[in-house]
Each structure stands twice: as structure tokens, then as C-alpha cells.
């Protein structure tokens, strides 16, 4: 008898603000120290509510004393946000000089383990570290689909890639349709 063959991840593009996502899982693009700061950290802070960032402070004073190590993921309640949670993870500052990519994977890839555990079955997804980070986009938009299409196992359905801007939008789009 054989295994069937697992479903395909659907991976969809918006346009728009990741805070008004009605999903299972909103990723957070964070900084180490989960206190929130600028960029979509700041947004999914200051309209998630306390709530958030009560938890980040517990999980800063339990596991995390030093701050969430960059390309690690950890989840926390999604508070006043139409999601069930908020999975945050701490994208790499991209570099000239070193190649960082494996790092920037391990945010999408730790990010889709820690919702898979959860039990959610939608995650959306910001351009990690493609803001004030500084990676290049057409890198960053590579890195994120190809490593979503490889790493997405259920329960998780549907990965939204949620994209601020109309350049960043149409560079995913282009990416993802070179993947077929």
C-alpha cells in the first residue's frame, strides 16, 4: 500500500499590513531583545497590545535572558491581533562581507517548525530582514519561497507572503512564479 503524496504548501502574495491578517499565525520580523522596536516588530507590538509584550518580558526572563538568537523562532499570544498567535524570530543583518543566507532560511524554516507544533494551518509571513536589515530583496524574496516551498509540512495549508509595498509585492511575485 502506498503513502499518498503530502499536499503542496499554497503560497499566496498580499499587499498590505501583516497586523490585519486573519490567520493562525502572524510571524513577527523581530529584534533579539522580543520588546518590541521599528518596522513590522514595532507594528505587530503596538496593535497586538500588552498582551505581547507581557509575554516577550516572561520569555526574556525564563529562556531567553539574552535576547532570541538570530534565526531561532519562539511563539507568544497573538493578543489583541485576529490571529492565534504571534511566532517571533530575529532576521540577520545582511552583509557585504559574509554570507548569511543559511541564517536568514533558519527564520522562515524555525518560523514554519514553531506554527507546525502550534497546530496552525495559515502563517503569514513579512520580508525578513529585507527593511532596516538591508537585504537585498530580490535575495530575501528568493531565500523566503524557496525555503517555504521545501519546508512547509502540515497541518500548515497556506504560507502568506504579507508584503508592505508595491516594488517588494512585485519582486515576490516574480520570484514565486519562477518557482511554477
Not at 17 to 29: E, K, P, Y
Not at 118 to 141: E, H, K, N, Q
Amino acid at each position: 500500500m502506498s503513502t499518498p503524496e503530502p499536499e503542496a504548501v499554497t503560497v499566496t502574495l498580499v499587499r498590505g499590513d501583516i497586523t490585519r491578517q486573519s490567520v493562525d499565525v502572524i510571524v513577527n520580523a523581530a529584534n533579539s531583545s522580543l520588546l518590541g522596536g521599528g518596522g513590522v516588530d514595532g507594528a505587530v507590538h503596538r496593535r497586538g497590545g500588552p498582551e505581547i509584550l507581557a509575554a516577550c518580558r516572561e520569555l526574556r526572563a525564563s529562556r531567553y535572558g539574552k535576547g532570541l538568537p538570530t534565526g531561532r523562532a519562539v511563539a507568544t499570544t497573538a493578543g489583541r491581533l485576529d490571529a492565534r498567535w504571534v511566532v517571533h524570530t530575529v532576521g540577520p543583518v545582511w552583509s557585504r562581507g559574509e554570507d548569511r543566507s543559511e541564517l536568514l532560511a533558519s527564520c522562515y524554516r524555525e518560523s514554519l517548525r514553531e506554527a507546525a507544533e502550534l497546530g496552525a494551518r495559515t502563517v503569514a509571513f513579512p520580508a525578513i530582514s529585507t527593511g532596516i536589515y538591508g537585504w537585498p530583496m530580490d535575495d530575501g524574496a528568493r531565500i523566503a519561497v524557496r525555503t517555504v516551498l521545501a519546508e512547509a509540512v502540515a497541518p500548515v495549508e497556506e504560507v502568506r507572503f504579507v508584503l508592505f509595498d508595491a516594488r517588494a509585492y512585485a519582486v515576490f511575485e516574480e520570484v514565486l512564479s519562477a518557482h511554477g
